[in-house]
Structures are given as structure tokens and as C-alpha cells.
């Protein structure tokens, strides 16, 4: 079975310039989670999705930080204009329905702000 | 508001030397406590869940327990491969929409 799968890897950015990060969930997953973990934190929510509609972005900063989650499958994640503080791993998991069921977590992709 | 502390922050064992990680909580209600790997430059990986006080689970070298208050991890006879950062997340049981909140994390290096 395939795992999560994120892209890119790696994105080096300037302060104030665009980004954008996507996700594949597994195969059937209806659930879709983005994390932010900052280096030597745990990850922190930042919007689940059950299919495509949102259930929570209580902690998604609204006014730079947009996701959407095309046809309930993919997911991307996107930051405009980008900020010194958002240099993290920003981490996609999915599960088969909600936080109770076995969160898969994909590899995570490195932002570095200038 | 929901804390999770995980201790040490750090713990560095010779292989062989068995020890115990520390997740305690504070949440109105727990519906569930999460154990995770990480590696280093990869996301966390699923290990246990637990639901209820009493409750233990075990894999391998690695056993968790949970109370009221806190959960343990304990790693027996530990390898060089159980080196990595484990963490502890919670989830509290007190109506309506709830997500997990993931402690720090405590980096395990385990020295042959």
C-alpha cells in the first residue's frame, strides 16, 4: 500500500515571496490533515479535512496560509507572503475517518524563509 | 487548555540499558493517547494507542502504559535502531470537535 505522499522535499524561500506544498493521502482516506512542526516542537494542527470540506482551521493564520482539498483527494497548502516564523517542516498526514483512527504521516517537506 | 510534557528531553542509553519515557497530560477527559516515532527527516510514525487507565500495549522492545495523568513508554533492551524522537499526543473527550495535541517529543540515542 502507498504511503502518503508530499512534495517538494525541500523549498528555500525569500521573506514575502509565494509557496506552495502538496499532499496525496492514501488510497480511500477520507480524512486529510495538515501539521506545521517547527524545529524541536511537536507538530501542531493546522486544518483537517473529511473529504472536501474543512473541519477545523482554528489554528491555519488565515491572512497568509490558504488549503484546499481538491475533489477530496489531493490537498495543497499554500503560503503568500511567506514570513521569517513559517521556516518549519510542514507535516500531511491521513487517516481512514477522524482523529481516533491510526493517523499516516507522508515525509513532511522543509521550508527555509530568508 | 489541553498540555502535554514529555521528559527527559533528551535521554541517551547504552544498548542493552533499559528505561522509561514520560507523557504527562492535562485534559478535560481523555479519549485517546497516541505514541509516535520519528526519524529524523521523516514524519512521526504510529506506534500505540491507548483509551482508558490500565490499559497497556506492547511491540517488540517497546511496551506503553497509561494512568490518569500520564502515560510511559517503556523501551526494554533498546537497540541502536530504537534510536530516534518519540511522541506523545492526546486527545481529550469533552464534546464536540476535538484534535490532538503532540508534546515536544523525547529524542532517544541509544550507543552500541
Known amino acids: ?114 | 487548555e489541553d498540555q502535554v510534557t514529555q521528559s527527559p528531553e533528551a535521554l541517551r542509553l547504552q544498548e542493552g540499558e533499559s528505561s522509561s519515557l514520560n507523557c504527562s497530560y492535562t485534559v478535560s477527559g481523555l479519549r485517546g493517547l497516541f505514541w509516535y516515532r520519528q526519524d529524523p527527516g521523516k514524519g512521526p510514525e504510529f506506534l500505540f494507542t491507548l483509551y482508558s487507565a490500565g490499559e497497556e500495549k506492547e511491540k517488540e522492545r517497546l511496551k506503553a502504559t497509561l494512568t490518569k495523568k500520564e502515560s510511559f513508554l517503556h523501551i526494554t533492551a533498546p537497540k541502536p535502531e530504537d534510536s530516534a524522537t518519540y511522541l506523545c499526543a492526546v486527545l481529550p473527550n469533552s464534546g464536540g470537535y476535538q484534535k490532538v495535541t503532540f508534546g515536544t517529543g523525547t529524542k532517544l540515542q541509544v550507543i552500541p
Not at chain 1, 4 to 24: D, M, T
Not at chain 1, 46 to 56: K, R, T
Open chain 1, 1 to 114: 500500500e502507498a504511503g502518503v505522499a508530499q512534495s517538494p522535499r525541500y523549498k528555500i524561500i525569500e521573506k514575502r515571496q509565494s509557496v506552495a506544498f502538496w499532499c496525496n493521502p492514501i488510497s480511500g482516506h477520507a480524512t486529510l490533515y495538515w501539521y506545521q512542526q517547527i524545529l524541536g516542537q511537536g507538530p501542531k494542527l493546522l486544518i483537517q479535512f473529511q473529504n472536501n470540506g474543512v473541519v477545523d482551521d482554528s489554528q491555519l493564520p488565515k491572512d497568509r496560509f490558504s488549503a484546499e482539498r481538491l475533489k477530496g483527494v489531493d490537498s495543497t497548502l499554500k503560503i503568500q507572503p511567506a514570513k521569517l516564523e513559517d521556516s518549519a517542516v510542514y507535516l500531511c498526514a491521513s487517516s481512514t475517518r477522524t482523529f481516533t483512527d491510526t493517523q499516516y504521516f507522508g515525509p513532511g517537506t522543509r521550508l527555509t524563509v530568508l
